[in-house]
């Protein structure tokens, strides 16, 4: 193995003892980066150990600038990884502080440090939520079409409720426009009911009592769709990364890469024949 090919096991994937190390190193790092980030915004803690959390913040910043670096080289298809979600999420989570260097008062991007967040679901790679990561996620986007058909209905109830309520209640009661009235319809609708507009009349009342009852009914439409579809995906997925092209969405039993047809076992294929050898 090259080490390229070393440094790309050890990075990318999460199977190995060497990988589950790096992975819930990179966990820690990033959760004590947010508690700097969360502590720096308040001013009474800021103030007093202000200098602190920058030295903190430089620290984690060249680790993650190290790693970012990494990623880049240890893969053939760099562009593929820079410009996935999670490269832009880890290139914009990095270069805040030096851009605070460069050019003042911009100060306000350090609160881009807040999407390292966004990179603990890498880190779930981990071999235990590889697979329930997984079938969550294809649920989701299995679930897309259902969902926006589901909005779409709700968007017609609000705007027939709410040109209703128009008509009954009427601007002497706070429904002024049909907007306004689609408005209290949503809020209604979703159960927030921030109570600045209400109905005064006795029908209006009942029409809002349906509109109540209705959108506990409606709750629970999106929690079945996405529910119904995580039954249906049952496939598990492994924490293999293409080193080749950076697909990472392989099945359990895969030998290629569904994208590009790289022979995704191959290091470790070579790590099993050198392990051999040396036995031997």
Known sequence: MSWKEKVHEVIYEADTKAGKVFDVALLIVILVSLILVVLDSVEQISLKYHSLFVALEWVITIFFTIEYILRVISIKKAKNYIFSFYGIVDFLSTVPLYISLVFAGSGALLSLRALRLLRVFRVFKLVRY?????????????????????????????????????????????????????????????????????????????????????????????????????????????????????????????????????????????KMMKSAENED
């Open 130 to 270: 590889s697979g329930a990561g997984s079938r969550v996620a294809v649920a989701l986007r299995n679930s897309v079409p259902k969902i926006l058909i589901f909005i779409y209905s709700v968007v017609i109830i609000s705007f027939i409720a709410g040109t209703i309520m128009y008509i009954v209640e009427g601007p002497e009661h706070g429904f002024t426009s049909i907007p306004r009235g689609i408005y209290w319809a949503i809020v209604t609708l979703t159960t927030v009911g921030f109570g600045d507009i209400h109905p005064i009349t006795p029908l209006g009342q009942f029409i809002a009592t349906i509109i109540m009852l209705l959108g506990y009914g409606i709750i629970a439409v999106p929690t079945g769709i996405v529910t119904a579809e995580m039954t249906k995906e049952n496939s598990r997925k492994n924490t293999q990364v293409c080193y080749n092209c950076g697909e990472d969405d392989h099945r359990d039993s895969a030998e290629f890469c569904h994208n590009c047809g790289y022979d995704i076992n191959s290091t470790k294929d070579k």
